[in-house]
């Protein structure tokens, strides 16, 4: 398996960029960054090859996607291919700056005598559902000429039929490009669909689009042809041929379809509004939603307010620049909140990734009535980059701090709904919390219970809810659900389950030992969740009994689990004194201002694990590993392999397919957004190891 995804976060180089603003270069970047299957990068580390390389899906596989901008009767590419078309020579642009924000990726690069910017625009609108759901992202261009002067501009950009699925053979169909008031859009699907299918990681369900708004003015052509004919009339022509089109359904690689949409500009020294192209990809419905045997197709959220795809299309496209304007606030407000913490970028800058890569993995369901639960909105959350499971519980916990950053935590609600009403059908089959809700994403089957995961899903079942409902104030989901709550917490008080954590795997390592400190405390902290959820729907004998029980617990804990002289957590609690364990389960203290675990004891942690980061001549100059033992992910030994500076891209590809990686970037984002989603009564305390 090619495995890109959840890896991009790596660092691979660290100061050999070439954008100030930008503390390091990650192994990807991210260009239509939307949906699980919109979801296209430039798979490059080296930012020289960018002008000449083509973008992928984040399984690796080629997105067709380029761009072409004529100067002075010279054609230069900017992303796609520099290699000739037929007998035409083109010139792969120069790439003078990267830039990442949460919502976008701007390269400018150089051609000719014209400065081009290119925003690749993802928009991030977590209070406004119906745009977050619309599954269309942007390219918007910009150009100022590098000598003052007027000179001959053309732009011209397509997409192929590889946004419809891996395997490239399959047939295709596309109606002849559509042109309404507003805007010209070109469609394309396959010709036999399968719903809720994957090829290649990719959706098979789906119609891409690729759109433009018809701007008063301006000269734009469009047209359907084989790939090579019409890059090579753009090239000869400064446009492409409006007039013919191409109608034969053939597969994907016959030929490779494209669908142009090119602007002749004239001769300009500048733009004064943005050229912007909608690239999108529309799955409705877009889940297939299993409860209790019956089995229903929900429909993206959108579609509440749009009744056909092409007025959301021109919604999107007529959105731009409202879209651009919030995403600059979206952006400064994040960079502002990261400065505090990190005034150097770094933060700001792993955010900028993690950010777009969390929400680019749900799926938001309309409102729709199932059983029990009145006209509910769902959200989904794929396994991005690693597997087909449907909102994976770890994953949900680890993005838990941005999410409760976003709209007082909003968007947790619709995720836990699905998990909870599953669940709730048939308490007695789930003493302890499920791992997800099934493995064969985009439909949904139903919880899996895994009892060596028992603790921790649990444990992040109760935390989750518990933080919702504080971030939100909305209790009405510890009501409807509290019998399955108290199970939960029922299910890590019995036999001390919690405390002496048996026959439990780690999510973060895979480690299987014993008496695992840091997910005891994790199932301590979830029983006094407990205690607060029930004291927030009056069960007041409740709250004091987990209460009492956490209290009781944490004592056992704290003399079990520190080293002498409590400088550091032990692994396990017969761990040797020298054997440490990264404690980031204590964040959930901070999380929700709770009094367990002793001050004093987080401030000496604190000062501990903060000296080993504080000096590189320990070999941790990349952060702490989850463990002290050598074969832990991310301790020195294991960084060789881990965060490697490869010189090739199979070395790169290689690398990438580590399946540790994956859960060190689980670690990224999760710490990542601790740091600045402290907002409420618990901000006062930043200091705690995570
Ligand atoms: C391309 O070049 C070859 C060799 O010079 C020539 O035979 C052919 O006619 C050219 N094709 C076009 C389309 O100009
Ligand atoms: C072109 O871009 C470079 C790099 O960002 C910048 O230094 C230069 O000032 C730009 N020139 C113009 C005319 O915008
Ligand atoms: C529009 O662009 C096309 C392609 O370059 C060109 O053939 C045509 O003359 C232009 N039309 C106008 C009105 O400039
Ligand atoms: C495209 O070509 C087909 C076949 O030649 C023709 O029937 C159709 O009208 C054309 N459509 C447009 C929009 O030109
Ligand atoms: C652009 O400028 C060039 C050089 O001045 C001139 O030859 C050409 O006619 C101009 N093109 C247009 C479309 O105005
Ligand atoms: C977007 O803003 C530009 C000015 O920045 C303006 O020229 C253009 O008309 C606007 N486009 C829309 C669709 O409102
Ligand atoms: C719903 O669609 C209309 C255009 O049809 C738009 O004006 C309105 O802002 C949309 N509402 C939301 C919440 O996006
Ligand atoms: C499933 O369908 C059956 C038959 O229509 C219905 O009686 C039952 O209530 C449904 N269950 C749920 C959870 O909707
Ligand atoms: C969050 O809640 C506070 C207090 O109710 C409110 O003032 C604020 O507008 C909310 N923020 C968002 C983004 O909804
Ligand atoms: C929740 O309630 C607290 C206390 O009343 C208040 O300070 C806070 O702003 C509220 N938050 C939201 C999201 O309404
Ligand atoms: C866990 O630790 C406790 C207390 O030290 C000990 O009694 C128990 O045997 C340990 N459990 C296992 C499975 O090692
Ligand atoms: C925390 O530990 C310190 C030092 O051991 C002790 O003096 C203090 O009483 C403890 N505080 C609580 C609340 O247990």
């Known amino acids: ?212 708004g018809l701007e008063q003015g301006r000269n734009i052509t469009w047209q359907t042809c084989p790939a090579g004919p019409c890059r090579e009339e753009f090239i000869s022509g400064g446009g492409v041929n409006a007039n013919e089109n191409d109608s034969t359904n053939r597969a994907i690689n016959n030929d490779y379809p494209a669908f142009a949409i090119s602007v002749n500009l004239g001769n300009v020294s500048s733009v004064n509004s943005h050229i912007v192209w909608v690239v999108g990809y529309v799955r409705d419905p877009n889940i297939d939603y299993t409860l209790s045997g019956n089995t229903t197709s929900l429909r993206p959220y959108y579609t509440t307010n749009f009744s056909t795809i092409e007025s959301a299309l021109e919604f999107v496209v007529a959105d731009f620049n409202n879209s651009l304007t919030q995403a600059m606030a979206f952006d400064a407000d994040i960079q502002s909140a990261a400065s505090e913490i990190s005034p150097q970028g770094e933060l700001y800058d792993m955010l900028s990734l993690a950010t777009r890569q969390v929400f680019s993995s749900l799926e938001i369901t309309a409102p729709y009535q199932i059983g029990q639960t009145g006209g509910a909105t769902r959200i989904f959350m794929k396994d991005l980059g690693i597997t087909r499971r449907v909102t994976p519980v770890e994953t949900l916990y680890a993005a838990l701090p941005m999410f409760l950053y976003f709209n007082n935590g909003s968007l947790v609600k619709p995720l836990l709904v699905p998990l909870l009403e599953q669940q709730n059908v048939s308490i007695s089959r789930y003493p302890s919390a499920a791992k997800d809700l099934g493995e064969t994403f985009p439909a949904v089957t139903g919880p899996n219970l895994v009892s060596q995961e028992g603790i921790e899903q649990t444990g992040n079942m109760l935390i989750i ?46 480690s299987t030992s014993p008496n695992s400190t840091n997910l005891a405390v ?140 994956h859960r060190i970037t689980r670690e990224v984002h999760r710490s990542a957004y601790c740091t600045t989603s402290i907002k409420g009564p618990s901000r006062t305390d930043r200091r705690a190891p995570h």
Do not use: C
Request: proline share 6%; glycine share 8%; charged share 10%.
């Open 1 to 212: 398996m090619t495995l890109l995804f959840f890896v991009l976060l790596l660092l691979v180089r660290f100061a050999s960029r070439v954008h100030g603003a930008q503390t390091f270069s990650p192994a990807a970047i991210p260009y239509a960054v939307r949906t699980p299957y919109l979801n296209t990068w430039m798979n490059t580390p080296v930012n020289s090859n960018i002008p000449s390389d083509w973008p992928t899906f984040w399984g690796g596989q080629i997105t067709g996607w380029i761009f072409y901008i004529q100067v002075d009767g010279k054609t230069y590419s900017l992303f796609g291919t520099s290699a000739a078309q037929g007998n035409d020579s083109v010139t792969a642009g120069a790439l003078l700056e990267t830039e990442l924000t949460p919502t976008r990726t701007i390269h400018v690069l150089e051609a000719g005598h014209m400065n081009v910017t290119l925003t690749f625009l993802s928009p991030i609108t977590p209070s406004d559902l119906v745009r977050q759901s619309l599954p269309f992202t942007y390219l918007a261009v910009d150009l100022a000429s590098t000598d003052g002067q007027p000179h001959s501009v053309q732009l011209y950009s397509d997409i192929t039929g590889e946004w419809l699925s891996g395997d490239r053979s399959q047939e295709m169909t596309w109606s002849p490009p559509t042109q309404t008031g507003d805007m010209i859009y070109h469609q394309l699907k396959l010709v036999t669909s399968s719903a809720f299918q994957e090829n290649g990681h990719q959706a098979v369900d789906g119609t891409a689009y690729y759109a433009m």
């Open 465 to 510: 809810a518990l933080a919702h409902a504080r971030y939100s104030n909305d209790t009405s989901l510890l009501l409807d659900y509290y019998a399955l709550f108290k199970n939960w917490a029922l299910y890590l008080t019995d036999n001390n389950n919690a405390l002496y954590p048996n026959d439990q795997t780690s999510i973060d390592d895979g």
């Open 522 to 661: 994790k199932g301590i902290f979830a029983i006094q969740a407990m205690a607060e959820i029930s004291q927030l729907v009056g069960q007041t004998n409740d709250s004091q009994r987990f209460s009492s029980i956490a209290s009781s617990l944490i004592g056992t804990w704290q003399s079990l689990a520190l080293s002498p002289g409590d400088g550091t957590v032990l692994v396990t609690y017969a761990g040797q004194p020298a054997s440490w364990v990264l404690p980031y389960n204590l964040y959930v203290q901070t999380l929700l201002g709770f009094n367990l675990v002793n001050q004093t004891i987080f401030d000496k942690l604190t000062v501990t694990y903060g000296q080993w980061i504080g000096s590189p001549s320990n070999g941790y100059t990349y952060g702490l590993p989850i463990e002290s033992s050598e074969s832990s992910p991310g301790n020195p030994g294991m960084r060789s392999s881990l965060l490697p500076r490869p010189t090739t891209q199979s070395a790169i590809n290689s690398s990438l397919r580590s399946g540790t990686m």
